[in-house]
């Protein structure tokens, strides 16, 4: 089972250490360092999020109620990326909603938001306001929206919060934060060093899916 241990102050630390500076669990940076604590932190922010969402390794579930006619719903406030979506009827039969976009909804089924059906048969998450999701054709009836996500429930510092990844991908995240730290423009501007932690983020983003599709392929 994977165990998620490692805090936000720990990646920083690694950084800051990398970076050739003192390494004080991501409290500070002086003022002489081409970075600052804010920047390492959205950086680290950002790439936990990339992560989870090019993988979808970390995975939550959630319902939201859906009405008669209604077509747009609002998406659970730590989403982060839709893994599988299903629509389940008032008799309690569910039945998968296929991912689409709002173009091929205008094409494929018109008027797809004024008819009504017996279900939805599509979700959409493009070109609609944010936090939003749609399904199409509008439900005839009420039913049940079941959403398997992935989340990020907790803004990560330098506080000791926990990664919302396993430990092994911890690493990852660090080559992430140093990739942007390296490619900023100005005095501590490094392409080349840049260049080399973005492929070893990058391996982590392919081992994330590897070892999921492996875990797909065991439980058929």
Partial sequence: MAEY??????????????LIEEGNNGASLPESSPWDIAELQQYLNDRQRRLLRETL???????VGGLAGQTTYELPEDW??????AWQDELGTIRELHQTDSWALDRGLPEWDRKRA???????????????????PAPRNVGVVHLLYT??????????????????????????????????EGPGQD???????????????????????ELARGAQ
């Fill in 5 to 18: 241990n490692v805090t936000d102050r720990e990646v920083l630390h690694e950084v800051q250490l990398w």
């Fill in 191 to 213: 392409l080349p060093r840049a260049t080399y932690c973005e492929e070893r983020f990058d391996e982590g983003i392919a081992l994330g899916r590897l070892i999921l599709d």
């Fill in 118 to 136: 017996t279900r939805p048969l599509l979700y959409a998450e493009t070109d609609v306001p944010p936090d939003t999701f749609q399904v199409g």
């Fill in 57 to 63: 390794m970390v995975s939550k579930r959630d319902v």
């Fill in 80 to 85: 982060i990326a839709t893994k599988r979506a």
């Fill in 151 to 184: 989340a990020v429930e907790a803004t990560l510092g330098n506080t000791g919060v926990k990664l919302a990844v396993p430990d092994e991908f911890a690493p990852y995240l660090k080559w992430g934060v140093l990739a942007d730290c390296l490619r900023k």
